[in-house]
């Protein structure tokens, strides 16, 4: 491979308001570490177009026309985030020795780069972005985030607490991504699993610079309950103990209602009754939904579906050049 050859891999859908300006920041940002001969003069930015609706796929083949260090791929349609990103990396890692990943609506501070490339020539193969404060996201949003990271530790899921997918990893370090074949993707989640000598890069994150947000709630919410039931069973063990206290429950109950019937009490139990088969009925669709989910993911996981369809490819053909 190249010496230090550097590719930083977003992920875009409908950014066609912010694509100009991330263009110009990262460009400079690279344009500096080649200079101080820190990255290889091949190294690249590499658009990966989620099946936006917009002008952005126009404005990145615009782009990789005019500079020499701009690629792109297109997607044949919407795959989400998460596989844009791990496209953009298993075709940048072909010709790469680190890669990063940021999103285009430079939230992430993209003065942070340097810093990591600096880590990964100290001998790091992984650099978190990590951000230092959330002043910008909205108290709902800190405090679910906080909780979530809670939540998650407690299920045996290691995170990075405060990092996304703003990070660089070194070319062993994808290849050994790569081989996580899974289809319900949660990279972040991913990554710790990796393993090799990692380290922490902090910044700031600020507002979006344009458009809005591509993860309303809903999503959010799904992405949240994703990365827990794609990594950890611990709900599963939740409705075992769950249903084991409930026959404990029903054991005391049966006790109960017996020395009501023995000391000639009648008539008793109707209200009870009804509680305990609403109560029993409402925790067995909980699980039945619970272990359904599961079920539907390994139903997901054996069809092997390709994760996405890439229709034009411009990194690959400016690199073997
Ligand atoms: N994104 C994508 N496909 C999608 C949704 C989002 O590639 O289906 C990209 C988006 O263009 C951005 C990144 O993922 O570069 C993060 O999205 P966004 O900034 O909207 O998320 P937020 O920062 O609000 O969590
Ligand atoms: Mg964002």
């Known amino acids: ?8 891999v977003v992920p875009c859908y409908n950014e066609e308001e912010v694509l100009p300006e991330t263009t110009l920041e990262l460009g400079k940002i690279l344009m500096d570490l080649i200079e101080s001969k820190k990255i290889s003069s091949v190294s690249k930015i590499l658009f990966v177009n989620d099946g936006s609706k917009d002008q952005t796929w126009n404005i990145i083949k615009d782009f990789t026309e005019k500079y020499s260090y701009v690629t792109g791929i297109k997607f044949t349609r919407n795959y989400g985030h998460q596989n844009a990103l791990l496209a953009g ?16 609506d ?3 501070d993209v003065n942070a780069i340097p810093e990591m490339v600096d880590r990964y020539r100290e001998g790091y193969d992984v650099v ?5 404060s959330r ?3 909205t108290v709902f949003k800190r405090k679910t985030a906080l909780a979530y990271y809670s939540i998650m530790g407690k299920l045996g899921v290691n995170l990075v607490p405060d990092s996304a997918d703003y990070r660089l990893l070194s070319h062993r370090a994808t290849t ?5 074949t899974e289809r319900n993707l949660f990279l972040r989640g991913m990554v710790p ?3 090799y000598k990692s380290t922490k890069v902090y910044y700031a994150r600020k507002e979006r610079f344009a458009g809005e947000s591509k993860y309303p709630l809903k999503k959010m919410i799904n992405f949240a309950f994703d990365g827990i039931t794609s990594f950890s069973v611990a709900p599963i063990h939740l409705i075992l103990n769950i249903g084991l206290i409930i026959v404990l429950i029903s054991l005391i109950m049966m006790v109960y209602t017996l020395i009501h019937k023995i000391m000639g009490d009648v008539v008793t139990g109707w209200s009870s009754l009804m509680l305990s088969l609403w109560f029993i009925g409402g925790v067995q669709l909980i699980s039945i939904s619970l272990i359904g ?3 539907g993911k390994v139903f997901f996981e054996v069809k092997q579906r390709p994760r996405y369809n890439i229709e034009e490819n411009n990194y690959t053909d400016k690199m073997k050049k």
Do not use: F, H, P, W
């Open 89 to 104: 990396m298993t075709v940048a890692n072909d010709y790469s020795d680190m890669i990063i990943t940021i999103d285009a």
């Open 1 to 8: 491979m190249n010496d230090n050859a550097l590719t930083i």
């Open 293 to 295: 989910e599961y079920v």
């Open 193 to 195: 699993l990796v393993g």
């Open 106 to 108: 430079l939230q992430d």
């Open 128 to 132: 978190y972005g990590v951000r230092n």
């Open 176 to 180: 050994s991504l790569l081989q996580y």
């Open 135 to 137: 002043k910008t996201d």
